[in-house]
């Protein structure tokens, strides 16, 4: 299947096998899962939910600090 992927301010079409989860797509990126959130449709939706053919998605760097 095929998703986009809005990373910052580029967008990536990503071929991801078909019913592949958010974290899979995130680590095709070689990203870490848990360093970043996952909104669809101006929702976050979590790393174990599965993605569809042409799904459009943003990831979002998380920072934490004191």
Same mark, same amino acid.
């Given at each position: 299947?095929?998703?986009? #992927? =809005? %990373?910052?301010?580029?967008?990536? #079409? !990503? +071929?991801?096998?078909? +019913?592949?989860? !958010?974290? =899979?797509?995130?680590?095709? %990126? +070689?990203? %870490? ?15 174990? =939910?599965? %993605? ?9 760097? !998380?920072? +934490?600090?004191?």
């Amino acid at each position: 299947m095929i998703i986009r #992927v =809005e %990373l910052g301010n580029d967008l990536k #079409v !990503v +071929s991801l096998r078909d +019913s592949a989860t !958010v974290e =899979e797509a995130i680590r095709s %990126l +070689s990203l %870490l899962p848990d360093a970043h959130i996952v909104v669809r449709n101006n929702m976050p939706i979590p790393i174990t =939910e599965r %993605l569809r053919d042409g799904d459009t998605i943003r990831v979002i760097r !998380v920072a +934490s600090g004191g």
